[in-house]
């Protein structure tokens, strides 16, 4: 069985990487993941929700309260860091720009100084003699290129990035759709069950799992692994919360 599911991977990675699929590829530009905008939403989603219900159930409120302060933090604070994705990544977006026009600068003004800048880079990396010039020649033969050699390799800089808008989306989408998995078992008439409380917590517990589990799919970390990281993380911070409902229920009486 493995070796027939590797013989099927190997004919799929050939059939990847014809010269027709790869100029497809290539001309497709790359392609950004949203994984990392996603659970970082989601885990904050989940986490602040429940700390707010854990706080509230801990100071023995009433289950309107913890709808109310649930849904207003599900808005409040899933728009606030959805936008503040969105700043953060189009600052890192007009970084580049910036970085850009310098270097764009430095080649017009001193363009010996820039190529050597590019002969040492690929010095470092084996080049020599013959092959070195040759790859400093073709290199800072078009500006672009130059550019882009010098954002990656001296800047440290990516070329491209991904979509500040998009990232704010998958932020949102994602702090509100498992951010709201907590409330669920006061919003949703018959599914108190015992204690409402008691089925927030197992419906957090299991978005956590979940969602460590996914990343750990993407990232090819045992899911397993990674599902239970991110329950003990997400577990610890609802803890602390519940803890301080408790400390700050005689306040609230």
Known sequence: MMNERSELNAVDLSADHTPQAVARRLEDGPQYSYLRDFVFGAIDGCVTTFAVVSGVAGADLSSRVIIILGVANLLGDGFSMA???????RAERQQRKRARRTE?????QIPDGEREEIRQIFAKKG???DDLERVVQVITSDVNQWVDTMLREELGLTVHGPSPIRAALATFSAFLFVGFLPLLSYVIPG??????????????????F????????FVDEAWHVSGLETLLVGGAAAALAYGAGLALKGVTG
Not at 83 to 89: C, D, K, P, V
């Open 83 to 89: 936008a503040s994705n969105y700043l953060a990544t």
């Open 210 to 217: 979940a969602v460590g589990a996914l990343k750990g799919r």
């Open 104 to 108: 764009e600068m430095h080649i017009a």
């Open 127 to 129: 080049f020599a003699g």
């Open 191 to 208: 599914a108190h069950g015992v204690d409402p409380f008691i089925t927030s917590s197992l419906l957090t517990a299991l978005a956590f």
